[in-house]
């Protein structure tokens, strides 16, 4: 099983719907999540950070977190064509210095 | 606030050279850590600089080793250079590295022919 598992992609959604991506993690003991957005050729730029159980809104990202589940998923409303990218699941374990283990990301593709 | 940087954006290496990569950090982040990006094997970790001492290792061979500086400035130095060694290395900065999100630079694509 590996240790952080995206759901498989590519996924498609028209303009203005809702993409929903999905992430669990084996290590029950991981503490701060992360999303990260990667447009092709270019490096990891972070969107989401959530450390808690529940939901974590900005804008139009919101972030949820169930650690009984050991599960984090990440919703984009009224997706844009700008938001095609691929999306990237990292979690951070105890006292693991600098060290984030990354899902093998979610290629989103929104189309007009 | 400036982002992270690295230099150089592109390197063409053959086998069996060395390499070395720089990363400045974001103004007042102490902690770098430095990741590499394939396609086969997505992000893994390299290591961790805090303080300039090395507080976290990946699983990768010694060929791959890293320094920081007091201006915590870092680098990473690849030494024998492999086919294999060709991918995106970036760099993110962190004020601790600890719970902090991890920022990344625009990273270093390295060709090994």
């Known amino acids: 099983q590996k240790e952080v598992e995206q759901n498989s992609g590519p996924l498609s959604v028209p303009e203005g719907a809702i993409a929903s991506l999905n992430c669990t993690y084996s290590d029950r003991v991981s503490q701060s999540f992360f999303w990260y957005r990667q447009y092709s050729g270019k490096s990891p730029e972070l969107i989401m950070s959530?450390?808690?159980?529940g939901d974590k809104e900005d804008g139009r990202f919101t972030a949820q977190l169930n650690k009984a589940s050991q599960y984090v998923s990440l919703l984009i409303r009224d997706s844009q064509p700008s938001d095609s990218a691929t999306y990237l699941c990292?979690?951070?374990?105890?006292?693991?210095?600098?060290?984030?283990?990354f899902g093998q990301g979610t290629i989103l593709t929104v189309h007009p | 606030k400036a982002g992270v940087t690295q230099t150089p954006r592109y390197l063409i290496k053959t086998r069996g050279q060395q390499v070395t990569l720089s990363c400045s950090p974001i103004?007042?982040?102490?902690?770098v850590s430095w990741y590499q990006q394939t396609p086969g094997q997505g992000l893994q970790f390299l290591f961790e600089y805090f303080s300039e001492t090395q507080r976290n290792k990946g699983n990768f061979p010694g060929r791959f080793s890293g320094r920081q500086f007091s201006n915590s400035r870092s680098e990473m130095n690849v030494s024998t250079l492999e086919l294999g060694d060709s991918a995106l290395y970036l760099c993110a900065s962190s004020p601790d590295g600890d719970s902090s999100p991890l920022h990344f630079g625009n990273g270093t694509r390295l060709t090994v022919t």
């Open positions: 959530i450390y808690s159980n």
């Open positions: 990292a979690v951070k374990t105890g006292t693991s210095y600098g060290k984030l283990t």
């Open positions: 103004s007042g982040h102490r902690s």
